[in-house]
C-alpha cells in the first residue's frame, strides 16, 4: 500500500510560482510512475502532468506546458511539481497519484494510489 501525502499548495498572485511536492511511502517508490492531476471547483478531475518511473518521460496537459514542470527523486521517494506564470484558471485541489509499472501512467484509470490533495487558489 503507498501512501502519498501533497504539500505546497497556497494562494499565490497570477504570474506567480509555486511548488508542489509530494512525497510517498510505503512502496517501492522507483516502480511507479507519478501524476498530478487537478479538480477545479465545479469541474471533473483532470490530468496535468506525469513522469514515468525512470524519469526519463515526462508528458503535460497542454494547458500547462511551459509553465510547468515535473520532476522526480526516487532517493528521497518524492515527486515535485513547479507551476510557474500561474493564472487564475489553474486554481484547484491538486492531487498526486502513483500508476503501477505497466499501467497508462497518464490516465486516471491507470492509478492505482492516490493523495487527499493540496489546495492551489491564484487571484488576479
Known amino acids: 500500500q503507498v501512501q502519498l501525502v501533497e504539500s505546497g499548495g497556497g494562494l499565490v498572485q497570477a504570474g506567480g510560482s509555486l511548488r508542489l511536492s509530494c512525497a510517498a511511502s510505503g512502496g517501492t517508490f522507483s516502480s511507479y510512475s507519478m501524476a498530478w492531476f487537478r479538480q477545479a471547483p465545479g469541474k471533473e478531475r483532470e490530468f496535468v502532468a506525469a513522469?514515468?518511473?525512470?524519469?526519463?518521460?515526462?508528458y503535460y496537459a497542454d494547458s500547462v506546458k511551459g509553465r510547468f514542470a515535473i520532476s522526480r527523486d526516487n532517493a528521497e521517494n518524492t515527486v515535485c511539481l513547479q507551476m510557474n506564470s500561474l493564472k487564475p484558471e489553474d486554481t484547484a485541489v491538486y492531487y498526486c497519484?502513483?500508476?503501477?509499472?505497466?499501467?497508462?501512467?497518464?490516465?486516471?484509470?491507470?492509478?492505482?494510489?492516490w493523495g487527499k490533495g493540496t489546495l492551489v487558489t491564484v487571484s488576479s
Open positions: 497519484a502513483a500508476a503501477p509499472y505497466g499501467r497508462r501512467w497518464y490516465v486516471e484509470d491507470g492509478m492505482d494510489y
Open positions: 513522469i514515468r518511473w525512470t524519469a526519463g518521460n515526462t
